[in-house]
């Protein structure tokens, strides 16, 4: 269970620069109080439509401090839209499994809602 806080506390937004198909591999790292304590690397294919929704989606490595290597399955859901010239909206739901199961009593889901304005 330890694994899959941890794993759940990595869920991080990742969009993509263009419309169209891509490669995303990226890694969430947790350290407290300076001590590293888990990491996760997911290695996704996505897609990016032409109104700023994106999917991605594929094997997410979760390591843990003193704890054997896991591969899970993680996907993300997410929209960038341009409210005006100077201010982005963001938002996000993504997922990492448990197990391997997605089952949806045990599947960890993670949201991210932001905004950016630019100078």
């Known amino acids: ?3 899959i806080l941890a794993a759940g506390a990595l869920l991080a937004i990742s969009s ?3 419309a169209g198909a891509y490669g995303n591999v990226e890694n969430n790292a947790l350290w407290t109080g300076g001590e590293y304590d888990a990491a996760v690397t997911e290695v996704h294919a996505g897609y990016e439509f032409d109104n700023g929704i994106y999917v991605q989606a594929g094997p997410a490595f979760v390591s843990v401090d003193g704890e054997d290597l896991e591969t899970e399955y993680s996907g ?3 929209v960038v839209a341009d409210v ?3 201010v982005e909206v963001y938002g996000e ?3 990492i499994t448990e197990d391997q199961s997605f089952d949806t009593s ?3 889901v ?3 809602l ?4 630019r100078f």
């Open 106 to 108: 045990e599947l960890n």
């Open 84 to 86: 005006s010239d100077n």
């Open 16 to 18: 993509p620069a263009y």
């Open 93 to 95: 739901v993504a997922f």
């Open 1 to 3: 269970m330890k694994t």
């Open 110 to 112: 993670g949201t991210k």
């Open 76 to 78: 993300k859901v997410g």
């Open 114 to 117: 932001g905004l950016t304005y």
